[in-house]
């Protein structure tokens, strides 16, 4: 089977592009041929993961077309919206992700959507743009952007951001997991193990928390236990980690 290749073209500062089989056949198809040959790359061939997904914001169908096509050429399933509203209104943002956004929208701006995403647990950006300034640029990469990338794109330097953005997006993912799963055992206590747990964190003796909470030693001592259990804590250190993970205010021993 020829490889196949991605044929990259701009005109007008837009960004376009055009599917071939062979070099021969767009040399053949292209009266461009020769200024376009150095954005010829080639197509990845391994299918789409279904557990990531790019999504592409950008008011021109022509750019979302062609990215569309560029990044599905490399493996990757894209899902494409004509303004920041649209993206807004979408759900079922579940699987890994990230987020290539045009700088400028026709209801809000790129940075303004940015804005409104911050802090939420949203996908990582990469904002595109035709007309960036530097200090637009450095806002945006201030405010937590992985890249900034001029139109006409270049297609390796755009998947290699999609990949870095999705790869930090997964280890976003996994460590919000993990502090949910935390939050749920943590759930689990009753009242006065709650009390218990950042005690026991703090290095306080047995008979020590059991005199702050004003129960017996043999008391504690059991809601100790229970504690462990149903935070599914394997250690002392385990439990330490949970507690800061869940920023449990500590009772330190002050002997």
Do not use: W
Not at 94 to 117: F, K, M, R, T, V
Not at 118 to 140: E, H, L, M, N, Y
């Amino acid at each position: 089977m020829p490889l196949r290749y991605i044929a990259v073209m701009h005109k007008k500062g837009e960004l376009l592009m055009q599917l071939s089989c062979s070099r021969q056949d767009f040399a053949n198809n292209s009266r461009d041929s020769a200024k376009l040959e150095r954005f010829l790359i080639p197509a990845a061939n391994s299918p789409a993961k279904v557990e990531e997904v790019i999504y592409l914001v950008d008011d021109d169908y022509r750019v979302r077309e062609a990215l569309t096509e560029c990044l599905e050429q490399f493996g990757v399933r894209v899902q494409s919206f004509a303004t920041a509203s649209e993206y807004l209104d979408y759900s079922g943002n579940e699987e890994a992700s990230c987020l290539i956004l045009d700088l400028n929208l026709p209801d809000i701006s790129g940075l303004d959507l940015q804005y409104q995403l911050a802090g939420k647990a949203c996908p990582q950006i990469i904002f595109i743009s035709g007309r960036a300034d530097v200090p637009t640029s450095v806002k945006a990469m201030k405010a937590g952007a992985i890249e900034f990338l001029t139109k006409p794109v270049d297609p390796e330097e755009l998947f290699r951001s999609v990949k870095l953005a999705v790869a930090r997006d997964k280890v976003r993912r996994k460590r919000q997991a993990d502090l949910d799963c935390l939050e749920t055992r943590f759930l689990r206590l009753t009242p006065r193990e709650r009390q218990v747990l950042p005690l026991v964190v703090g290095g306080l003796l047995n008979k020590q928390a059991a005199s702050v909470l004003g129960i017996s030693e043999i008391t504690f001592q059991i809601h100790r236990s229970q504690v462990m259990r149903k935070m599914e804590a394997d250690s002392l250190a385990d439990l330490v980690r949970m507690a800061v993970k869940l920023r449990i205010s500590v009772r330190q021993n002050s002997h």
